[in-house]
């Protein structure tokens, strides 16, 4: 029995060897995952760095656009509030300018009108005497005889 014990004593010191070995491998590679995983946080750190830098950038270049959209709107509201002015400005002069326009026109009739009652109308009836008295004195003064065809022409012209 004491062979037994001295194999299981054997293998049980196996065992733990081989588990000292194990957890020493365990160690070791912990510790190179250890270094590399350092290495890697350390490159990531610098290149972490432009990263930041360029996000910064993107932010200020972010709100400058906002900006420039802020502005650009305002402007544009501005611009189409001066164009709605005008454009009622414009519509009220065309208004005004046709009711000048219409003004002027009624005047110029009025006074074409009052032109010729007070001067062509007054001519024509003086032109009418005359070429009435002129015929009388013809008809009295030469008493030629004419015919009926020749006088009424003559009547009609007079007529028109």
């Known amino acids: 029995m ?3 014990m001295t194999l299981f004593v054997a293998l049980t ?7 000292a070995a194990v957890l020493i491998a365990i160690y070791l590679m912990s510790k190179r995952l250890s270094d590399q995983v350092e290495y890697f946080m350390k490159e990531t750190r610098e290149m972490m760095m432009p ?3 360029i996000a910064e950038n993107f932010r200020v270049a972010s709100a400058n656009l906002v900006e420039i959209g802020l502005s650009a709107r305002d402007q544009f509201r501005r611009v189409e ?5 005008t ?5 009220v002069q065309l208004a005004r300018f046709d009711r000048v326009s219409q003004d002027l026109m009624d005047r110029v009739n009025e006074t074409a009108e009052i032109v010729q009652d007070s001067i062509v109308r007054p001519a024509r009836e003086v032109a009418a005497l005359a070429k009435g008295l002129s015929r009388g004195f013809g008809a009295f003064l030469f008493r030629r005889s004419r015919s009926t065809v020749d006088q009424a022409t003559q009547d009609e012209e007079l007529f028109i």
């Open 2 to 4: 004491e062979g037994l």
């Open 13 to 19: 010191a196996i065992a733990i060897i081989t588990q």
């Open 51 to 53: 990263v930041r830098s």
């Open 81 to 85: 509030t001066m164009i709605t002015d």
């Open 87 to 91: 454009g009622e400005a414009l519509h």
